[in-house]
């Protein structure tokens, strides 16, 4: 899994509540069973003037020059609601897209972030809000600074926002871990709950075929 | 001590605490299905990792596959036949029991599941699908995870999961004629929002869900995700065992009765203290739907689009805002006078027997009025070839539906397939998300009954006119 340490971005602000994941990549532009070339499709349905076609939204945030290259996003309350969709987090991804800084995630959504190296950082809306505020006039020179370690966001004026984040999905993106390897650790406990469970509820472990 | 029934369910489920505070959560089933499943077995297979035990591990095609009667691998979207083929293959290779088309157990995955006694009372179930909470309904823990989450339950037979705060959303008396468990959950979000449920895992209580049937009870459950929360849950009564009973992966025999004596402990004890609770009386519940864009936007269907500028909350104002443009509506308009382009009926929130059975009541000796395009999609082939024995295809294609095989269908683009530019639909669905059912196309979310009611009228209806009208 990719790490995330520090990372220093344009941030684009998209302050509404409730970016559910069908707006992150909908339905129709999760063409493959791959979880790449799904960039594209990122936020299709606001970056784009019509279904299906690929011309640009001018007023869509991303698609304004003053955010070219824009790697966070400020957003709304409840960011990544709604489907499970991995393809949200992949299509960030691709994108470019390496942190978003809003007042709550959906849960699905922000532990899939998590798995795939991008971090989720939870902030009080006046804080995103004055965020956004202070890369606007010059997004490109106006840059947003996360620190994981510290736990810190630092705005362009210097002013800073300490989040909290659990231990476990700190560790995993300051490490990048293969969180299977990890769980594997505890194999042994594992084998050992298992073979008493299927003891006091055998009727839960079904041999092949019912 | 007096223990809720999530705590019950964590306790009986959990391995270790591990270092970093997280819990490792023994998981019992894992569901797939060929749009996020194909992914996470490709996966898998490119790791060379191992399923712990294929036979916990089931897969359903409903995401992709089009609902056409006479349906193949070829879908609508070119690419759609990759993740059917690609899963049917996977599938195969990787041990695991495939609903496949052509299946009479084939279906959307949490009415399937259920249907076939692979979810359980007291089991640990996951699903790389939101609505995986359906399956709480049980008295089991089941939640949406993730493509990567589920690759980690197949491999090891557990997820690392924090533990959620508890919720109790209680429903005190008893629902009126007319009024469903679809108008239940549209009437909680409407009244706590989208987000009222965010870290929560909530069991829903009291007499009036006690009175639901088992169908409604999954209905209820099947949108805790779009209250935000981690689960829904309702505790283990003689209604659930009886909806269990003789179901093919159900435990037989003495397995049955060492079963049921677990299962009859799954309830919060009296005095369980719960982080939060919500009370309802059921009877102030009025059919409900929404008029924006978000499960929250609900009111009563007598009711009125409502004025942002009344709501103090920037945030949830500037959403209204864009809602109402989005959804060409005005505060203050009544909801039923909006005309409708579509009726669907499906999903894996409304599309069982008893949903059908509801409908095609209220359509039986009705038509749908004219340019009301209506589709109805069994929740399951098993629904549906229940559904023709009583001759309720008949009712729905008399009435001017079309009668579809089972999957996820219009819910959103399954198998490439939409609603029109812009048509405003009347849909059972839990999602009225921006064009998640075609380009901009308007959603409003509602009952059975409301559905059924407004494709015969051609604008949104209260079942209840046409409930008395057939009373005399």
């Not at chain 2, 659930?240 to 009859?264: E, M, N, S």
């Not at chain 2, 924006?292 to 009563?300: D, E």
């Amino acid at each position: 899994m990719d790490k995330f340490i520090s990372h220093t971005g344009v941030a684009a602000p998209l302050l509404r509540i409730n970016v559910d994941t069908d707006a992150i990549i909908p339905s129709r532009e999760m063409k493959r069973v791959s979880k790449e070339g799904l960039g594209e499709g990122l936020f299709a349905g606001w970056r784009y003037l019509a279904q299906g076609a690929r011309d640009p939204n001018p007023e869509f945030v991303l698609n304004k020059p003053d955010y070219a290259g824009a790697s966070i996003i400020l957003s709304g309350d409840n960011f990544g609601c709604g489907s499970s969709r991995e393809h949200a987090v992949w299509a960030l991804k691709e994108y470019g897209i390496r942190a978003i800084i809003a007042p709550g995630f959906g849960a699905i959504f922000a532990n899939n972030c998590i798995r795939n190296g991008l971090l989720p950082i939870v902030l009080p809306d006046e804080a995103v809000k004055a965020l956004a505020a202070s890369v606007e006039k010059d997004p490109q020179t106006n840059k947003i600074h996360i620190d994981l370690e510290k736990k810190q966001v630092t705005g362009p004026g210097g002013k800073v926002y300490d989040f909290n984040i659990e231990d476990g999905p700190r560790d995993m993106l300051l490490q990048g871990l293969d969180v299977i390897g990890l769980t594997l650790r505890h194999k042994a406990d594992i084998d050992a709950f298992k073979a008493k469970d299927r003891l006091a509820r055998p009727w839960i472990y079904l041999e092949r075929g019912g | 001590m007096a223990q809720t029934l999530f705590e019950k369910m964590w306790n009986i489920h959990r391995v270790t605490a591990l270092e970093d505070g997280a819990d490792l959560i023994a998981i019992d089933r894992v569901f797939l299905h060929e749009r996020t499943g194909s992914i996470a077995l490709k996966s898998l297979e490119a790791e060379g990792r191992a399923l712990r035990n294929p036979a916990l591990v089931f897969c359903t095609m409903d995401h992709i596959v089009d609902t056409f009667p006479g349906r193949t691998d070829e879908t609508l979207m070119p690419s759609g036949k990759d993740f059917i083929q690609s899963t049917r293959a996977s599938a195969r290779r990787a041990g695991i029991t495939l609903f496949d088309l052509g299946d009479a157990r084939q279906g959307i995955v949490h009415v399937v599941s259920p249907e076939q006694g692979i979810a359980l009372p007291g089991a640990t179930i996951v699903c790389p699908d939101s609505h995986t909470c359906t399956q709480g309904a049980l008295g089991a823990l089941a939640w949406g995870i993730g493509s990567t989450e589920a690759e980690h339950a197949m491999v090891t037979g557990t997820l690392r999961v924090n533990r959620p705060k508890t919720m109790r959303v209680v429903f005190d008396g008893a629902l009126l004629p007319g009024v469903t468990a679809k108008d239940m959950i549209l009437h909680l979000i409407g009244a706590y929002t989208a987000a009222g449920g965010g870290g929560y895992a909530v069991e829903f209580a009291g007499a009036a869900v006690a009175a639901l049937p088992m169908e409604a009870r999954f209905t209820l459950c099947n949108m805790a995700v779009e209250f935000s929360a981690f689960s829904g849950m309702v505790a283990v009564d003689d209604t659930t065992i009886d909806y269990v009973k003789g179901r093919p992966y159900a435990p037989k025999g003495p397995l049955w009765d060492k079963a049921v004596a677990q299962w009859r402990t799954l309830h919060s004890d009296e005095g369980a203290v719960f982080d939060k609770e919500i009370v309802i009386e059921a009877g102030d519940i009025k059919p409900t739907v929404t008029w924006g864009t978000s499960p929250g936007h609900a009111v009563a269907i007598d009711g009125k689009v409502p004025d942002p500028s009344l709501v103090r909350d920037d945030n949830l104002r500037a959403a209204m805002e864009r809602a109402l443009a989005y959804m060409d509506v005005t505060p203050g308009q009544h909801l039923t006078a909006l005309k409708i382009d579509a009726a669907f009926i499906g999903s894996c929130t409304n599309a069982r027997l008893s949903d059908l059975r509801a409908a095609a009541a209220l359509l039986k000796g009705r038509r749908v009025a004219q340019g009301v395009k209506a589709i109805c999609v069994p929740g399951s082939t098993q629904v549906k070839l229940a559904a023709e024995a009583e001759g309720l295809d008949k009712v729905f294609t008399a009435a001017g539906f079309e009668w579809r095989e089972s999957g996820c269908s219009m819910c959103f683009f399954a198998g490439g397939e939409h609603m029109g530019f812009q048509e405003r639909v009347i849909s059972t669905t839990n999602r009225n998300f921006e064009s998640r059912q075609g380009p901009e196309t308007r959603t409003h979310l509602a009952s059975p009954l409301v559905v059924a009611a407004s494709a015969v009228t051609g604008a949104i209806t209260d079942p209840r006119d046409l409930m008395r009208g057939h009373d005399g």
